[in-house]
């Protein structure tokens, strides 16, 4: 049971460049998030999936796509990368509604250039 | 923007000794409140959820104040594997109509020998 985990642990972009960060979770938890941290700011929602098929933008979205590919795999992606977008993206997941617990992976280091 | 603040510390404390921490939450409507912990450049892992009887888990006690809306961890004993951060987060429904965490900045505790 690997819980949440995340692709890759880390990557380098030029300005411009696009990427998919991928996430999978074996819970078989319904609902799936995307955060940022950044230094001196508290995790900050970008992206949720509620069930598969839904997403919903959070706190932060621009800049961001997503896919909810099944109930399994949460994927994030930059279409045109920002140096703003240099951050710690974690994924998440919760049995149901974010009122319960979420387990977060491993986080993916990204450096925009 | 609801917002979750903190203390960041440091707090330098010895083992053994007992130290507590606090955050205020903006969100009146809240419902749910968590404090979560990390572990340098890890991801945030719940230690516990706090309800409004308060609550206890070994060594951990949490407490909600909902009239002052702030939220308290209390760690007693302390143990050198206690050095993390603390996250404080509270759950409500956002201006959209979603539920969704907000997470402080958190507190940064060092238990030192």
């Known amino acids: 049971n690997a819980g949440v985990t995340q692709t890759p642990k880390f990557q380098v972009l030029k300005t411009g460049q696009s990427m998919t960060l991928q996430c999978a979770q074996d819970?078989?938890?319904?609902?799936m998030y995307w955060y940022r941290q950044d230094p001196g700011m508290g995790l900050r929602l970008i992206y949720y999936s509620a069930s598969e098929g839904t997403t919903d933008k959070g706190e932060v979205p621009n800049g961001y796509n997503v896919s909810r590919l099944n109930k399994r795999e949460f994927s994030l992606r930059l279409e045109s990368a920002a140096p703003s977008q240099t951050s710690v993206y974690f994924c998440?997941?919760?049995?149901?509604?974010?009122?319960?617990?979420?387990?977060f992976g491993p986080g993916t280091r990204l450096t925009v250039t | 923007r609801k917002e979750v603040e903190q203390d960041p510390g440091p707090f330098n404390v010895p083992e053994g000794a007992t130290v507590a921490f606090n955050c205020t939450y903006s969100?009146?409507?809240?419902?749910?409140f968590f404090w979560y912990r990390q572990d340098c450049r890890k991801e945030p892992k719940l230690l516990m959820s706090?309800?409004?009887s308060g609550n206890e888990d070994g060594r951990f006690t949490a407490q909600l104040n909902r009239a002052s809306q702030y939220i308290s961890l209390l760690i007693r004993d302390s143990k050198l594997s206690d050095s993390a951060t603390y996250l404080c987060v509270a759950g409500g429904y956002s201006g959209a109509g979603s539920y969704q965490l907000t997470f402080g900045k958190g507190t940064k505790l060092s238990v030192i020998p």
């Open positions: 969100n009146s409507a809240s419902q749910s």
């Open positions: 706090v309800y409004s």
């Open positions: 998440a997941s919760s049995e149901r509604d974010p009122s319960y617990e979420q387990y």
């Open positions: 819970m078989n938890h319904n609902s």
